[in-house]
């Protein structure tokens, strides 16, 4: 069965380093999902992707995150600096259409010393 | 702005028992969907059941089902049969006309032997 892969799984910085996480969707999937899930909590999406367009980055702290997907295939998110509050589960889901039941990946969790 | 709230924080039942989980939305929109997702202590968010808003039917996926109350805007999933397995946080969402998807803040059941 296709899964939605992410790297790495776990992820230790210091703050103000940079840090990236990557994600490959279901093959076909046109619609790519980042979320930031905080323990305890639901995950909140962070940039929407249809193709290898932003469809929704509202959510998304622009001046230390940054996302692409550049073939409209798999995406990068990426944080620099990282900060404390950075300390979270980092989520990529895919669909294959914008309101497609999503699947989701295992994760990336990120620990800011 | 839509919102999805889960009133039971955490849940524990013994195993065979049957348990529900409620969930409230809120929703201007006619065409919608609705979803709980399971999350295991691994951390993978699986979908367990979809439910669209125009079909009356209440959706049923082996050993869970749903109680789709349109008009009361309510979508509780009932678990029958528990089982070990099932321990999980569970999260309720929905997505509306093209907007993003939203979580409930979750609850956290424990089936316990």
Same mark, same amino acid.
């Given at each position: 069965e296709a899964e939605v892969a992410q790297s790495p799984r776990y992820k230790i910085t210091e703050k103000s380093q940079a840090v990236a996480f990557w994600c490959d969707p279901i093959s076909g999937h046109a619609t790519l999902?980042?979320?930031r899930q905080i323990l305890g909590q639901g995950p909140e999406l962070l940039v929407q992707f249809q193709d290898e367009s932003v469809v929704d980055d509202s959510q998304l702290p622009k001046d230390r995150f940054s996302a692409e997907r550049l073939k409209g295939v798999d995406s /990068?998110?990426?944080?620099?600096?990282a900060e404390l509050g950075d300390s979270a589960m980092y989520l990529?889901?895919?669909?294959?259409?914008? /309101?497609g039941t999503q699947y989701f990946g295992p994760g990336t969790r990120l620990l800011v010393l | 702005a839509q919102t999805?709230?889960? $009133?039971?924080p955490e849940m524990s039942v013994q195993e065979a028992e049957t348990v529900t989980l409620s969930?409230?939305?809120d929703t201007s929109e006619s065409n919608y969907y609705l979803f709980?997702?399971?999350q295991p202590? $691994? +951390?993978?968010? @699986?979908?367990?059941? +979809?439910? &669209?808003?125009?079909?009356?039917? !209440?959706?049923? &996926? !082996? +050993?869970f089902s749903v109680n789709f109350q349109k008009a009361a805007k309510s979508f509780s999933l009932k678990i029958s049969d528990s089982q070990l397995g099932d321990t999980a946080m569970y999260f309720c969402? $929905? @997505?509306q006309g093209a907007q993003k998807l939203v979580f409930g803040q979750g609850t956290r059941l424990t089936i316990n032997p």
């Open positions: 999902y980042w979320y /990068t998110l990426k944080i620099q600096p990529c889901a895919s669909s294959f259409q914008s /309101t | 999805v709230t889960q $009133s039971q969930c409230t939305y709980w997702y399971k202590p $691994s +951390r993978q968010m @699986i979908l367990v059941i +979809r439910q &669209e808003a125009y079909k009356q039917q !209440n959706a049923t &996926e !082996n +050993r969402a $929905s @997505i």
